[in-house]
């Protein structure tokens, strides 16, 4: 499972201009809206994806886990994460091993480990061509 957030706006990577000339766009890039994922994966598959207009934070999070994921997953199920501190949450960990699922964390600054991350980075390829 892991967590992701997609701008609204795409920045532009490349712009034309005359030969000796500086670029200028003449749009503002800066993102103006945001929206947040969270998702989890199961046998190559997102399983459980909820999309969030605010920043997640634990509170979200845990609210996530209890009434989204765990429903959701079966059971025995091992759940990985990365170490981002609010998923070490006491009430998180706790809901997750009374649940009776196994909890493993990714070692510190892994996301290549992570396969949601490969899903999260197709999915903003597709937006990034999309606008």
Not at 76 to 96: C, P
Not at 110 to 123: D, T, V
Request: contains cysteine; positive net charge; proline residues 5%.
């Amino acid at each position: 499972m892991d967590e992701s957030g997609f701008a609204h706006d795409m920045p532009r990577l490349y712009g034309y201009s005359v030969k000796g000339k500086r670029c200028y766009g003449q749009h503002d890039w800066h993102a103006k809206a945001r929206t947040n994922v969270i998702g989890a994966q199961l046998n190559g598959k997102l399983t459980t994806v909820s999309t969030f207009d605010c920043h997640i934070n634990s509170d979200i999070f845990y609210a996530w886990v209890t009434q989204d994921l765990l429903p959701k997953s079966p059971p025995g199920a091992v759940l990985v994460m990365d170490n981002v501190s609010f998923h070490k949450r006491q009430d998180i960990q706790f809901a997750i091993q009374k649940a009776g699922f196994i909890l493993e964390y990714l070692p510190t600054y892994s996301p290549a480990l992570n396969p949601i991350e490969h899903k999260w980075a197709q999915a903003k390829a597709l937006m990034k061509h999309r606008t």
